[in-house]
C-alpha cells in the first residue's frame, strides 16, 4: 500500500484529497480529448480505441491513485498503449496524459521501479514515433526530448514531495516528544513543590513531638495531628494530580489558587515560624497560570526556610498590579546550612523555570539580616 494512503489524515484533509483527486480526473478527460480533438480526431467515439472512453478511464483511475499507485500507473501505461498501437499515426503524448499516475507512484518507495517503467515507455515511444523522422526531425526531437524532460520532472517533484511528507512527519514527531517533555516538567514541579513542603512541615511537627513528648504529651499529640493533616492534604493533592494525568494527560491538577495562601502560611506558622502575609492590590484579575505560579513561589520558599534557614520569621508580600504581580519572601535566616554559597537545587531551579516560562523573573539570595525570594510576572504574558 502506498506511503500516501498508510497516513491517518483529520476527515477535513481527506475531504481535500478527494477534491483534488476529482480535479485532476476531470482535468485529465477534458484535455486528453480536447488534444486529440485538435490533433486530427474526427469523432472521438470511433476508431478501434475511441477517445471519450479512454480519457473517462484514466479520470477515473485518478480516484484510486492514492490507494494504489502503481497499479493505477500500470494500468495507465495499458490503456496508453491500447491508444497508440492500432494507429501508427495517432496523436502524440505517452507520458503527459498520464502525468499524475506518475507524480503518485513517484512519491512511493518504489520510485526506481517508476523511473524504470518510464524509461522504457520514452524508449517504445521514440521507436514509435520514427516515421517523423523523414518529415519533420526537429518535430521528432521536439517531442522525444520534451517527453524525457517531463518524466524526469514528473519523477523529481514526485520526490521532493514524499521528501516534504517525511519532513512533516518527523516535525511532528519532534513536537510530540517536546510537549511530552514539557508535560514532564510540568509534573515534575509540581510533584515537588507538594512533596516538598509537606516535608518540610511534617519534619518541624514531628521534631516539635519529639520533644516534647516526655514533658508535654499534648504538645506532641498536637504536633502529630497537624502533621497528620499536613499530609493528608497532600496525599489527596497527590492523588488528584494522578487521577487527572490518568483521565486527560494534558492537565497536571491540583491547581492551587490565590485564595490557598492563607492556608500556605498557616501551615508554616503551625510549625513555630512566625510567617505574615500582606497582600496588596485587587487578585481578581491575575490568571490562574500566574496564580499558580505565586502560590508555588511563596511554596517553595516557606519550605526552604523550614528545611535550611534556621529562621524564626518571615515576610510573605504578594503585589497585584495592573500589569503584574510581585511576590516577595523574606526570613531572617541564613540560606543555607552554615551560611554557605547558595546552591540551586531542584527547588529554585523549579522556580526560576515556572517564572521564566511566563516570562517573568526570580531572584533568590542573601539580604540584609536574612535571606530573600523575589519574583515579577507580567500578566500579559500568562494568560491560559
Same mark, same amino acid.
Given at each position: 500500500?502506498?506511503?500516501?494512503?498508510?497516513?491517518?489524515?483529520?476527515?477535513? /484533509?481527506?475531504?481535500? $484529497?478527494?477534491?483534488?483527486?476529482?480535479?485532476?480526473?476531470?482535468? *485529465?478527460?477534458?484535455?486528453?480529448?480536447?488534444?486529440?480533438?485538435?490533433?486530427?480526431?474526427?469523432?472521438?467515439?470511433?476508431?478501434?480505441?475511441?477517445?471519450?472512453?479512454? +480519457?473517462?478511464?484514466?479520470?477515473?483511475?485518478?480516484?484510486?491513485?492514492?490507494?494504489?499507485?502503481?497499479?493505477?500507473?500500470?494500468?495507465?501505461?495499458?490503456?496508453?498503449?491500447?491508444?497508440?498501437?492500432?494507429?501508427?499515426?495517432?496523436?502524440?503524448?505517452?507520458?503527459?496524459?498520464?502525468?499524475?499516475?506518475?507524480?503518485?507512484?513517484?512519491?512511493?518507495?518504489?520510485?526506481?521501479?517508476?523511473?524504470?517503467? %518510464?524509461?522504457?515507455?520514452?524508449?517504445?515511444?521514440? /521507436?514509435?514515433?520514427?516515421?517523423?523522422?523523414?518529415?519533420?526531425? *526537429? !518535430?521528432?526531437?521536439? !517531442? *522525444?526530448?520534451?517527453?524525457?524532460?517531463?518524466?524526469?520532472?514528473?519523477?523529481?517533484?514526485?520526490?521532493?514531495?514524499?521528501?516534504?511528507?517525511?519532513? @512533516?512527519?518527523?516535525?511532528?514527531?519532534?513536537? %510530540?516528544?517536546?510537549?511530552?517533555?514539557?508535560?514532564?516538567?510540568?509534573?515534575?514541579?509540581?510533584?515537588?513543590?507538594?512533596?516538598?513542603?509537606?516535608?518540610? /512541615?511534617?519534619?518541624? !511537627?514531628?521534631?516539635?513531638?519529639?520533644? *516534647?513528648?516526655?514533658?508535654?504529651?499534648?504538645?506532641? $499529640?498536637? =504536633?502529630?495531628?497537624?502533621?497528620?493533616?499536613? @499530609?493528608?492534604?497532600?496525599? #489527596?493533592?497527590?492523588? &488528584?494530580?494522578?487521577?487527572?494525568?490518568?483521565?486527560?494527560?494534558?492537565?497536571? #491538577?491540583?491547581?492551587?489558587?490565590?485564595?490557598?495562601?492563607?492556608?500556605?502560611? &498557616?501551615?508554616? @506558622?503551625?510549625? %513555630?515560624?512566625?510567617?505574615?502575609?500582606?497582600?496588596?492590590?485587587?487578585?481578581?484579575?491575575?490568571? =490562574?497560570?500566574?496564580?499558580? +505560579? /505565586?502560590?508555588?513561589?511563596?511554596?517553595?520558599?516557606?519550605?526552604?526556610?523550614?528545611?535550611?534557614?534556621?529562621?524564626?520569621?518571615?515576610?510573605?508580600?504578594? #503585589?497585584?498590579?495592573?500589569?503584574?504581580?510581585?511576590?516577595?519572601?523574606?526570613?531572617?535566616?541564613?540560606?543555607?546550612?552554615?551560611?554557605?554559597?547558595?546552591?540551586?537545587?531542584?527547588?529554585?531551579?523549579?522556580?526560576?523555570?515556572?517564572?521564566?516560562?511566563?516570562?517573568?523573573?526570580?531572584?533568590?539570595?542573601?539580604?540584609?539580616?536574612?535571606?530573600?525570594?523575589?519574583?515579577?510576572?507580567?500578566?500579559?504574558?500568562?494568560?491560559?
Amino acid at each position: 500500500m502506498s506511503a500516501l494512503s498508510q497516513r491517518r489524515e483529520p476527515a477535513s /484533509v481527506r475531504h481535500s $484529497a478527494k477534491v483534488i483527486d476529482g480535479a485532476l480526473a476531470v482535468l *485529465t478527460a477534458v484535455i486528453f480529448v480536447a488534444v486529440a480533438l485538435a490533433a486530427g480526431v474526427r469523432s472521438p467515439w470511433d476508431g478501434p480505441v475511441p477517445v471519450i472512453p479512454l +480519457a473517462l478511464f484514466l479520470g477515473a483511475l485518478l480516484f484510486v491513485r492514492r490507494r494504489w499507485p502503481m497499479t493505477v500507473l500500470l494500468l495507465s501505461i495499458a490503456a496508453i498503449f491500447a491508444y497508440h498501437l492500432p494507429a501508427p499515426q495517432s496523436p502524440p503524448g505517452w507520458i503527459w496524459p498520464i502525468w499524475a499516475a506518475y507524480f503518485t507512484a513517484a512519491a512511493t518507495p518504489r520510485v526506481r521501479w517508476v523511473a524504470a517503467i %518510464g524509461v522504457a515507455q520514452l524508449v517504445y515511444s521514440a /521507436v514509435d514515433f520514427r516515421w517523423v523522422i523523414d518529415r519533420n526531425m *526537429t !518535430h521528432y526531437l521536439i !517531442h *522525444t526530448v520534451g517527453e524525457a524532460l517531463l518524466l524526469a520532472f514528473i519523477i523529481g517533484a514526485g520526490l521532493l514531495y514524499a521528501a516534504s511528507l517525511r519532513w @512533516r512527519d518527523r516535525l511532528r514527531e519532534t513536537d %510530540g516528544r517536546v510537549r511530552a517533555a514539557e508535560e514532564r516538567l510540568r509534573v515534575a514541579q509540581e510533584v515537588h513543590d507538594t512533596v516538598a513542603h509537606t516535608l518540610a /512541615v511534617v519534619g518541624v !511537627h514531628l521534631n516539635v513531638a519529639a520533644d *516534647t513528648l516526655e514533658g508535654v504529651p499534648a504538645e506532641a $499529640a498536637a =504536633a502529630l495531628r497537624l502533621a497528620q493533616d499536613v @499530609r493528608n492534604r497532600a496525599m #489527596a493533592d497527590l492523588a &488528584a494530580l494522578i487521577d487527572v494525568l490518568r483521565t486527560s494527560p494534558t492537565g497536571t #491538577a491540583p491547581q492551587p489558587d490565590l485564595a490557598s495562601l492563607g492556608a500556605l502560611v &498557616a501551615d508554616a @506558622r503551625a510549625t %513555630g515560624l512566625d510567617v505574615t502575609l500582606d497582600e496588596r492590590g485587587d487578585p481578581s484579575a491575575v490568571p =490562574a497560570t500566574c496564580a499558580v +505560579a /505565586v502560590y508555588r513561589v511563596v511554596q517553595e520558599a516557606l519550605s526552604n526556610t523550614l528545611k535550611h534557614s534556621g529562621a524564626t520569621t518571615a515576610e510573605v508580600t504578594v #503585589a497585584y498590579q495592573p500589569d503584574s504581580v510581585s511576590v516577595e519572601v523574606v526570613d531572617n535566616g541564613h540560606g543555607t546550612p552554615g551560611g554557605a554559597g547558595i546552591r540551586e537545587g531542584h527547588g529554585l531551579a523549579g522556580m526560576r523555570e515556572r517564572v521564566s516560562a511566563l516570562g517573568g523573573t526570580l531572584t533568590a539570595g542573601p539580604v540584609p539580616g536574612g535571606f530573600a525570594v523575589k519574583a515579577c510576572l507580567p500578566l500579559a504574558d500568562s494568560s491560559p
